[in-house]
């Protein structure tokens, strides 16, 4: 037997996935040795504190604050840090000094990604980020490798799991936004600060990566269309329920025709989803995503989208893959985004809406409604109008497809026309 | 710019998918060579028959009847024949004259794939079959590189498309299983001989090749217990329904602990499945494939399990990738097995069972059923028992977990008792 290659493995973050990853590194050692063709050697553990707790045990010897001596030297460097700094800037080390580059930093990516993919493609070295997004569930590399000979139309699908779990909740359960909250937060759902969860920003960022790599543009946090579950009631998951409907908080990427040009949308929000599409049944803090290439058709993923574990595996994928990399010494086709394709504004995609709407209940009010969404361009599909509180009517009503701007010029024109008491909500209809 | 290399091309075969390769290898040159990295230049096509009908139409100069001699100084050879020979002597032909091989066989695989991996090895080249399980879905590579630092517990999933469709057809209308195939067959799912389907040898196929990449071990056709939905009737799909179930033709492989020993269990039958679990609503001609690893637990893989052109996206993902691998010329680790797991034989699997009974309807005959389930050493978990035809009763019994030969030692003494006028069924119950 030909002596195996030892590679100098260095971990950047000792989280809840990082320590799992040193775990994972240390006890299958022999098993991985065979699988990436070399000795994965960790080198050691670069920590802010040395004294902190830690999920697992870690050997003392391998912890240090200094990353910068650890970077230069390795072949691999893991960073599972988060945040833009230091990251950033020890990822740039890393790559300019030879090293093959494992990351599950989000933030990153979705602010900086270009960046550190040219930094990468200049020097010959793989960024790899299959944990950056919905944690185990291989989606970077199929969209990657698996369709590199296709062309990818769109994405959709859960990227975050502690919106999921609390949307779940409220549909199953019938609970209140702030009693989902409060369980997600006791479970470790949610974090201290859940606005990163809540508002949308997590998902955005993932949304941002996938559409990077799906259209080879340059996609960056800012370009992503944001709302957040913010202003997600129980009324209205009950409303959706009742017209077969689920809300849930979808990231889109689709190339569309914007004015002949093609363009491409990238967007995170609340969405209705009809019942019997499989993304309706996608529970607790679980992810999935769709994605729909020319030849290959619908496709979809499906997994756990959190936890130290199963985000471990991830890494552990990359970084075996990374080993094969570096043995192998190929260069390879870089990442650099290479097309150029103009993000639309958010009034340019087409989709259906369902409008909820309070409104007088006198004869003709109606008539004046539908006359608002004929004038705006806006086609009604359905209608279902009931009885509502204090003797006023409700309504709902669901279009057929049309522009966002056309039907948000329409609703402004509803809201000011006296015949409406209140737009309760607005809900794009995905998945179709 | 750098000039780019050009890869010779050689393609085996020209049926449906075949064609579709040809196709998009064409039309999508300039596309395939940014992502590849390199130009793939299209050097012949190799057919039985130059004047054949085509799905698409090709170049008739690319057309040759002289595989060999296509072969040998080709960088990528693709091989879409199908069938044992001379697909088998073309692939060593491909390997040791230094291409690297893409096949869609899983007929050549599950039968030979230990030898063409050997193969490749003792040259440094790779052999990539993406296209070989579930069409387009992305589940080798993921399996082969995802999971590359997991461990993989258990794979179950839908793998046959035509059987599939069959099934759902008898379960959401209610159509018995002669009036399903006609359909089937008029649509294309089934083909002049539908028995590779039926009964099993497909599904039974695509299992021996994903058991073999997950576990490391060599598992031939043979290896495999195999049973197809011949007998599956509206009945039995009735009752399933009736008792919260559906009917799907199965692929299961996991690992397992027989006697002590590390074994593994490749299996394929009609089996049922929760209605609310996401493998229950795959419909028509779609595949699904759960994957349980340790650290990355359940994930779900789902999408169109058949059709040229979907497969060809398959197929020119796996293209893309050995060019890439092509150019950077490293060796990479093979995938010769290093394991060599037992095959356990059926009689050791663990799983809950239904068994469907007609009894003769007096007293004490449960007592008596009941008493011979103990006596096998099955624990009974539910009983259903309703006024059957002909005086008759019908009993259906769940099992708690036993093993499959305490299960059949325990049917057969069912048979054999006055009590019990006819086993109607015994299904196992999976994905739990």
Redesign the interface.
């Given at each position: 037997m030909i002596e195996k290659r030892t590679l100098r493995v260095a971990l950047l973050g000792a989280g809840s996935v990082g320590s799992?990853v040193a775990h994972?590194l240390l006890t299958?050692r022999e098993?991985?040795a065979?699988?990436?063709?070399a000795e994965l050697e960790l080198a050691g553990i670069a920590v802010r504190n040395l004294d902190a707790p830690r999920d697992v045990e870690l050997p003392r010897e391998l912890l240090t604050t200094d990353a910068e001596s650890l970077i230069v030297g390795s072949d691999i460097v893991i960073e599972l840090m988060g945040g833009i700094e230091p990251a950033r800037t020890h990822l740039l080390t890393a790559l300019t000094s030879g090293a093959d580059v494992v990351t599950g930093n989000k933030a990153l990516l979705a602010t900086h990604g270009a960046e550190i993919f040219d930094a990468a493609d200049q020097v010959g070295a793989s960024v790899s980020y299959?944990a950056a997004v919905a944690a185990?569930?291989?989606i970077i590399?199929?969209l990657k490798?698996?369709?590199?000979?296709?062309?990818i139309q769109r994405i959709f699908g859960i990227v975050n799991g502690s919106t999921n779990f609390i949307l779940d909740k409220m549909d199953r359960e019938g609970l209140s936004a702030e009693e989902a909250q409060r369980i997600a937060t006791d479970l470790g759902y949610l974090e201290a600060d859940p606005t990163l969860d809540l508002e949308g920003y997590d998902a955005a960022q993932k949304a941002a990566i996938l559409a990077s790599l799906a259209f080879h543009t340059k996609v960056s946090l800012e370009d992503v269309h944001r709302e957040g579950i913010e202003n997600v009631t129980a009324d209205m998951i009950e409303g959706a329920r009742r017209a077969g409907f689920v809300v849930k908080l979808l990231a889109v990427c689709e190339r569309l025709e914007d004015e002949g040009e093609e363009a491409i949308s990238v967007r995170v929000y609340p969405a209705l989803i009809e019942r019997?599409h499989?993304l309706a049944?996608v529970h607790g803090g679980n992810n999935a995503v769709f994605v729909e290439?020319a030849?290959?058709?619908?496709?979809?993923?499906?997994?756990?989208g959190a936890?130290g574990?199963?985000t471990?595996?991830?890494?552990?994928?990359d970084?075996?893959?990374a080993a094969?990399?570096h043995?192998?010494?190929?260069?390879?086709?870089g990442e650099s985004p290479?097309m150029s394709l103009p993000t639309a504004p958010i009034g340019r995609i087409l989709t259906r809406y369902q409008v909820r709407l309070e409104a007088t209940d006198e004869p003709g009010v109606l008539a004046t409604i539908a006359g608002i969404f004929a004038e705006g361009g806006v086609s009604v599909a359905t209608v279902d109008q009931s009885q509502g509180d204090e003797g006023l009517a409700s309504i709902v009503i669901g279009t057929h497809r049309a522009r966002e701007q056309a039907l948000s010029d329409t609703v402004a024109r509803l809201a000011a026309s006296d015949a409406v008491e209140r737009v309760v909500s607005v809900l794009r209809v995905e998945g179709e």
């Open positions: 799992q994972l299958h098993e991985l065979e699988r990436a063709g299959e185990a569930i291989p590399r199929p490798d698996s369709l590199a000979g296709d062309r019997d499989p049944s290439a030849a290959a058709g619908a496709l979809m993923f499906y997994g756990a936890g574990l199963e471990a595996s991830a890494v552990l994928g970084v075996v893959s094969r990399r043995i192998a010494g190929g260069v390879g086709v290479r």
